[in-house]
């Protein structure tokens, strides 16, 4: 069974850094691209970022870009986001999901990824 965990989120003031965990479990961690989305409050959900399985191409949406960074530990089958210069409008939930198929080449948008299904981890950026 596929598990995904996601972990570290918390309130940060607008401009602060947080880093977002994911372990996984349950699937060929290496071989799959993964990626992070998220929902804000009363908004659909988000793909923000993509990886490839070798970790050596990302993907971000426009929304991210430059602050955001996405990075992975194929030997801790751990997944990992950097969140820079936060403002309140990342204010979300936060959740991990692997691609549909291994060895997909497709990393950029939510049609890319399982449904994100893991317990997510709230970030709150606020004053």
């Known amino acids: 069974e596929v598990q995904l965990v996601e972990s570290g989120g918390g309130l940060v003031q607008p401009g602060g850094s947080l880093r977002l965990s994911c372990a996984a479990a349950?699937?060929?961690?290496?071989?799959?691209?993964l990626s992070w989305f998220r929902q804000g409050p009363g908004k659909e959900l988000e793909w923000i970022s993509g990886?490839?399985?070798?970790?050596?191409?990302?993907f971000y949406a426009e929304a991210v870009k430059g602050r955001f960074s996405i990075s992975r530990d194929n030997a801790l089958n751990a997944l990992y986001l950097q969140l820079n210069s936060l403002k309140t409008e990342d204010t979300a939930m936060y959740y991990c999901?692997?691609?549909?198929?291994?060895?997909?080449?497709?990393?950029?948008?939510?049609?890319?990824?399982?449904?994100?299904r893991g317990p997510g981890t709230q970030v709150t950026v606020s004053s």
């Open positions: 349950g699937f060929s961690f290496s071989n799959y691209g």
């Open positions: 999901a692997k691609a549909k198929s291994a060895y997909s080449d497709c990393y950029r948008g939510s049609f890319c990824y399982d449904e994100p």
């Open positions: 990886i490839s399985p070798g970790g050596g191409r990302s």
